[in-house]
C-alpha cells in the first residue's frame, strides 16, 4: 500500500484535477496498428510468411473444414440424426438415443438443418484440433514440473479472457473468415484439455508407478501404460469441456464470418428480428444440451463394466468393436436410403416457421408489458430505471473520479486480495487501459461489469441459501443449472433482447442470467460442505436459523463464496462485452464495430483494453483461487 501511495501520489500532484486519463500519458496506436493492418493486408498474397506458413494452415483449416461438411451433407439428415442417435443409444441407452433424434428433426423443422450442418462441421475440426494441443500441452505441464510453472500462468490468463478477445488478433493474420472463426475456437477451447490432461497425469496413483518403474518400464512404457490408462476419465472430461467450449466460440466466431447458426443469430440480433434469432438459438441450446450429455456419457462409460446379464439384447449386440462397425453400417444404411428416398437435406415441406409467431408474440409484448403495467411498471421501465438508477450514476462517478484515484483503489483492492505482485499486476491493467486511449469507455464497461455482478451475487446467494436448506428446492434446482451452464454465452442475448430491448441494460441483464448458475452451484456446494458437528453444535447453543447462517455456515463456507465472486466477475465481463451486440455500447461496441466496418486499429486497442480489464479484475478476486 505504501509503495502505490508512494507511486501514485506525485502523479496526482503532476496531474491535478480532472478525472479523465491525461492525454500525455496516452499512446495513439490507431496510425501504427492502421498502418499494420494495411501491411498485412498488403503483403497476404506475397509474403512468404503468409505464402508458405499462415498460407498453409489457412488452406488445411478450409481443406478439413469443407471436407467434414460435404460428408454431413453427403450423409443426409437420415444418415446424421440416425449416427447421432445410435453413437448416443450406445454410451448411455434409449432415452439419450430418443434426445438425439429429437434434437437434430427439430433443428430440421425450424429450417436450420444447414446452418447447423455448417456449424458442426466447424466445431468438429476446431475441437479435434484443440484436443490434440491441449493433450501436447498438458502431456508438457503434467511430466515436467518446470513446464508446468511456464504454462500456469499463460493458461490462467487465457481462461480468464472474454471470448471476443482471441477474435481480432486472428482475423488481422487471418482475414474475414472460417480459417480465423476455426483458429480462435483452437486457442479458446485448449486450455481446458490442457489442464485436465495435466491433473490426469500428476495424479496417477504413485504405487502403479512405482510398480511399473520396479519392472523395467522405460519412461514412455510408463506413459503409455499406465499414467495415460490412469488419466482416462480427466482426458474425457478434458474433451467434454473442450466440446463446449468449443461450441461456445464457434457461435460467437459467427461475427468473422463463419457462417452457421451464429451467423443467423447474430444477423437477427442486428435486425432486432427476435423470432429469427429464437429460431437459431434453439439448434444451438439442442446441439449444447446433446453434446453436453454424450460426452459426459462417454466419460461415465469409461472403466464402467456392465454384466453382460443386466444388458439387454441391442446393447449386447452394439457393444464392442464389432458393434461400432454395426453402428456405422447402420448410420451408411439410413443415409443411402434417405438418399434412395430422395431427401438427404430435409425437406422444405417439413418446416415449421417459428419468426412470425414469435415476433408477433414480442409485438404483443411490445405494445403491453413494456411500459405502463400497473403497480410493476413494465420491462422497458425496469430497463431504463436500471439504466437510470445504477448503470448511469455507477459510471459518471467512475468516469469522474480521478485516475489516479481509481488506480490507487484497484492497488489498495489486489493488495488486499495477495501479494505486492498482484497488486502490480492490477495496477498495470488499469494503467494499461488508460495508455491505450479508451480510459471513458472501459470505465463504462467497468460500470455495467459491477452492476451486474452486484445483482448475480445478491440473487445468487439468496437462491444458493434456500437451496442449500432445501433438498427438494435443490433438485428443481439441479437440471435448470445444468442445462444453463451448458448454454453458450450467445444464446442468453436472444430472450433479454425480446424483454427488454437493446441497450446497457439487457446486455447487463444477459450476463446476470449467465453467470448467476455458476454462482448458486458453487455456493450451495460451500453451504453443504460446512462441518455439521459445528452446525448441530450451534444449533444445540440455541442459535436461530438465521444466526446459524450468518455467524456459522457463511464464515464457514468463504472459500467457496470467493470463489463464486471471482466466477461472477469473469463469466459477467465475457456476456458484458458481447453485449455490445445489442447496444451495450462501451468496449463490446468498439470490437463490433472494428470487425464490421474492418476497422483493425479499433478493434484491437478495444480488445487489448478487455484483456487488461480482465486481468484487473481477476487479479482483485484472487483470494479465490488462494483461498
Avoid at 480468464?160 to 472463426?181: E, K, S
Wanted: proline share 5%; with cysteine; hydrophobic share 60%.
Amino acid at each position: 500500500m505504501g509503495v502505490a501511495v508512494a507511486l501514485l501520489i506525485p502523479l496526482a500532484v503532476a496531474f491535478p484535477g480532472a478525472g479523465s486519463w491525461p492525454a500525455a500519458l496516452a499512446v495513439d496506436l490507431s496510425g501504427p496498428l492502421g498502418r499494420a493492418g494495411d501491411w498485412i493486408i498488403d503483403h497476404r498474397d506475397n509474403h512468404p510468411l503468409f505464402l508458405y506458413f499462415f498460407g498453409h494452415i489457412s488452406n488445411a483449416v478450409v481443406v478439413s473444414v469443407r471436407a467434414v461438411y460435404v460428408l454431413l451433407l453427403a450423409a443426409g439428415w437420415t444418415g446424421v440424426t440416425a449416427l447421432a442417435a445410435l453413437v448416443a443409444w450406445r454410451l448411455a441407452g434409449i432415452r439419450l438415443a430418443l434426445t438425439c433424434a429429437a434434437a437434430f428433426a427439430a433443428c430440421g423443422l425450424l429450417g436450420m438443418w444447414v446452418p447447423t450442418m455448417q456449424t458442426l462441421a466447424l466445431m468438429a475440426v476446431a475441437v479435434a484440433a484443440s484436443v490434440v494441443l491441449g493433450a501436447l500441452l498438458g502431456l508438457a505441464a503434467g511430466l515436467s514440473p518446470r513446464a508446468d510453472r511456464a504454462l500456469r500462468p499463460v493458461l490462467d490468463t487465457m481462461q480468464i479472457l472474454p471470448a471476443f478477445a482471441y477474435l481480432l488478433p486472428m482475423v488481422l493474420v487471418f482475414g474475414i473468415g472460417v480459417p480465423a472463426a476455426v483458429l480462435a475456437t483452437v486457442v479458446y477451447a485448449a486450455p481446458p484439455m490442457a489442464r485436465l490432461t495435466a491433473l490426469g497425469l500428476r495424479e496417477a496413483d504413485a504405487g502403479v508407478m512405482e510398480a511399473a518403474a520396479s519392472l523395467g518400464a522405460t519412461g514412455r512404457q510408463r506413459l503409455l501404460t499406465a499414467r495415460l490408462p490412469l488419466a482416462r476419465r480427466q482426458l474425457l472430461l478434458g474433451v467434454n469441456q473442450a466440446i463446449m467450449t468449443g461450441l461456445s466460440m464457434a457461435v460467437i466466431a459467427s461475427v468473422i464470418g463463419a457462417g452457421g447458426l451464429g451467423d443467423r443469430v447474430y444477423q437477427a440480433l442486428a435486425s432486432v428480428d427476435v423470432g429469427a434469432a429464437l429460431a437459431a438459438g434453439i439448434p444451438i441450446v439442442l446441439l449444447a444440451v446433446v453434446l453436453d450429455r454424450t460426452a459426459d456419457a462417454a466419460g461415465r462409460r469409461i472403466g464402467a463394466t456392465v454384466p453382460v446379464g443386466e444388458q439387454d439384447l441391442l446393447r449386447r449386440v452394439f457393444s464392442g468393436w464389432y458393434g461400432l462397425l454395426l453402428t456405422l453400417l447402420a448410420a451408411v444404411a439410413a443415409a443411402v436410403a434417405g438418399r434412395i428416398a430422395g431427401s438427404s437435406l430435409w425437406p422444405e415441406s417439413w418446416t415449421v416457421s417459428l419468426a412470425a409467431p414469435v415476433n408477433s408474440a414480442v409485438a404483443w409484448m411490445t405494445d403491453h408489458l413494456y411500459s405502463g403495467v400497473p403497480v410493476v411498471g413494465g420491462t422497458a421501465d425496469w430497463a431504463a430505471r436500471f439504466t437510470g438508477w445504477i448503470l448511469d450514476p455507477l459510471r459518471g462517478g467512475l468516469q469522474a473520479a480521478p485516475w489516479w484515484l481509481l488506480l490507487l483503489v484497484a492497488a489498495a483492492l489486489a493488495l488486499l486480495a495477495g501479494t505486492w505482485r498482484t497488486a502490480l499486476t492490477a495496477v498495470l491493467a488499469l494503467g494499461a487501459v488508460g495508455v491505450l486511449g479508451v480510459w471513458e469507455a472501459s470505465l463504462d464497461t467497468l460500470s455495467q461489469v459491477l452492476a451486474a455482478v452486484a445483482v448475480t451475487l445478491v440473487l445468487g446467494f439468496a437462491i444458493a441459501v434456500g437451496a442449500a436448506r432445501s433438498a427438494r428446492a435443490e433438485r428443481l434446482l439441479r437440471p435448470v443449472l445444468d442445462v444453463c451452464q451448458t448454454l453458450p454465452q450467445f444464446v442468453y442475448l436472444i430472450p433479454v433482447v425480446a424483454l427488454f430491448g437493446v441497450g446497457r441494460a439487457p446486455a447487463a441483464a444477459a450476463a446476470v442470467v449467465y453467470a448467476l448458475p455458476a454462482v448458486v452451484r458453487i455456493t450451495v456446494q460451500g453451504l453443504r460442505e460446512v462441518d455439521p458437528t459445528v452446525v448441530e453444535s450451534a444449533r444445540s447453543l440455541g442459535a436461530t436459523r438465521s444466526q446459524l447462517l450468518r455467524q456459522v455456515q457463511l464464515p464457514l463456507a468463504r472459500p467457496a463464496l470467493l470463489l463464486a465472486v471471482n466466477q461472477a466477475v469473469v463469466l459477467v465481463l465475457a456476456v458484458v462485452i458481447i453485449g455490445g451486440l445489442v447496444g451495450g455500447g462501451a468496449l463490446g461496441y468498439d470490437v463490433v464495430l472494428g470487425l464490421a466496418q474492418g476497422d483493425l486499429a479499433t478493434g484491437l486497442v478495444a480488445g487489448a483494453a478487455i484483456v487488461c480489464l480482465g486481468l484487473l479484475l481477476d487479479r482483485v478476486t484472487q483470494p479465490v483461487k488462494e483461498a
